[in-house]
């Protein structure tokens, strides 16, 4: 396979982004379904995510990208660009539905504190509280640099 | 208006000037041997710089290595 030392790069960065993102989300749902924050198991979680990707970057860069990029051309930083411009946009719609989900949840709240909605209707209500808000916009932080990385590797397997 | 595409004679220049390697011409104009790969495919549109300087290294009017086609 004909691949630079950049675009290696980029397959480890996105790998690393992919895993670690992969075993934070994973993980903090499972402790608390993102209902929590600021606890003791959290804050031992984002310690291990830490630790995992300085691990992860070592055993790949050691591995598969031992020789040092050259320097960005005139391509690279088109495709840089492109990638830039993928993230972006992803990022934007994202946030654009993720404010629309909190809108709705707000909206529903009121509805049933006025107490249109009664029963069983209320009582199966998910608030969008300050933590899953948060987890919410890491995922979009996630999702849209993997656009950004994927947009790249793309580009620069289509030669 | 049509679709047009920058074709090049890259590759042909490369074999009519001593075999010259991939390597070698993007050393001579500053880039990655994957960019005059891409370039030589026709999947890469070079800068106007960079068409200037591969054409000056093949010492070569710019229109005999680039040509501006209609698909």
């Known amino acids: 396979m004909d691949i630079s030392a950049r675009e290696k790069n ?6 690393i982004t992919a895993l670690v993102s992969l075993y934070y989300f994973y993980s903090s749902y499972q402790l608390s379904g993102w209902t929590q924050v600021a606890n003791y198991e959290m804050s031992i979680l984002v310690r291990n995510v830490i630790i995992l990707s300085v691990v992860i970057s070592i055993i790949l860069y050691a591995l598969f990208a031992r020789e040092t990029p050259e320097q ?5 930083l088109a495709i840089e660009s492109r990638g830039n411009a993928s993230g972006y946009y992803s990022l934007t719609i994202l946030c654009s539905i993720l ?3 909190i809108m709705l949840s707000e909206g529903i709240l009121l509805f049933a504190e006025s107490g249109t909605l009664i029963g069983e209707a209320s009582s199966e209500l998910t608030v969008i509280n300050s933590s899953v808000a948060m987890h919410l916009i890491l995922v979009a932080l996630m999702i849209s640099a993997l656009f950004k990385q994927a947009t790249q590797l793309f580009y620069y397997r289509r030669g | 208006m049509g679709k047009h595409q920058i074709e090049n004679k890259v590759r042909q220049l490369r074999f009519e000037n001593g075999q010259m390697t991939q390597s070698g011409l ?3 104009v500053g880039v990655t041997r994957q960019t005059i790969l891409s370039l030589e495919a026709c999947r890469y549109s070079p800068s106007l710089e960079l068409a200037f300087r591969i054409a000056q290294v093949f010492q070569v009017p710019l229109e005999e290595v680039f040509q501006y086609s209609e698909n």
Do not use: L, M, P, S
């Not at chain 1, 960005?72 to 690279?76: G, N």
């Open chain 1, 72 to 76: 960005k051309d005139e391509r690279d």
């Open chain 2, 26 to 28: 993007a050393d001579k």
């Open chain 1, 10 to 15: 980029i397959w480890i960065e996105f790998t």
């Open chain 1, 99 to 101: 404010i629309g989900i």
